[in-house]
């Protein structure tokens, strides 16, 4: 099935600096990334996703790349604030044709602090 | 509208109990979910519906039992579960199980066994 590392698994960074996480996945079927927030006691949210036919996708502060040679893509934070602070996980999603079609799988997680 | 909701918002229970939790969504969506969640973890999945039918059950023990009553509803019905099941359980639904649909989650149910 679908394997998916995320680094750091934590992040700290002052208020205005950029965060980058990382992801590897391991199921070249694999052709949708979403990025969820997930602030404590809360219930994950997506910020951005990204499907397989698009290399790069921004939306404000908040941009997602994604390398299929590779099989890695990254979510990049510019700017950042300290509402920015959660635990941000990466996922996968393997489509027709993968042995774990349709079973979206998470990273380990991110715990970003921004402190002011 | 893009909402999940679930009840109850928190659980204790002891290991002899029976309880259900519940899952609704109105966005017409076909594909129902539910993750287990420690703390400090990604959401694990457990068991997938489509189209009210179960299309994957990930080795869940058969303590968790899911039902889905129809298109906008999903139930977890629990019996003689173990203290460490406690945890957050999320359901989450998508237009379809298919390629490159998003999973938007309910607030979850805490879960504690005592």
């Known amino acids: 099935g679908e394997n998916v590392e995320q680094h750091p698994s934590t992040l700290s960074v002052q208020e205005g600096d950029s965060a980058v996480i990382k992801c590897t996945y391991s199921d070249s079927a694999s052709n949708y990334f979403p990025w969820y927030k997930q602030e404590l006691g809360k219930r994950p949210q997506l910020i951005i996703d990204i499907r397989s036919n698009v290399g790069e996708k921004k939306d404000q502060r908040i941009a997602v790349t994604l390398n299929k040679t590779a099989k890695h893509f990254s979510l990049h934070i510019t700017e950042t604030q300290p509402e920015d602070s959660a635990v941000y996980f990466c996922a996968a999603l393997p489509g027709a044709g993968g042995t774990s079609y349709g079973k979206l799988t998470f990273g380990q997680g991110t715990i970003l602090t921004v402190h002011p | 509208d893009t909402e999940v909701t679930q009840t109850p918002k928190h659980l204790v229970m002891g290991m002899t109990n029976k309880k259900s939790l519940k899952c609704e969504q109105h966005m017409g969506h076909r594909a129902m979910y539910w993750y287990k969640q420690k703390a400090k973890k990604p959401p694990e999945l457990m068991f997938v519906?489509?189209?009210?039918?179960?299309?994957i059950n990930e080795s869940v023990p058969s303590r968790f039992s899911p039902e889905c009553p129809n298109s906008s509803l999903l139930n977890l019905h629990l019996h003689a579960l173990q203290p460490e099941d406690s945890a957050l359980y999320l359901c989450a639904s998508s237009q379809d199980r298919g390629q490159g649909e998003t999973q938007y989650f309910g607030p979850g149910t805490r879960l504690l066994v005592l």
């Open positions: 519906y489509s189209y009210e039918k179960l299309s």
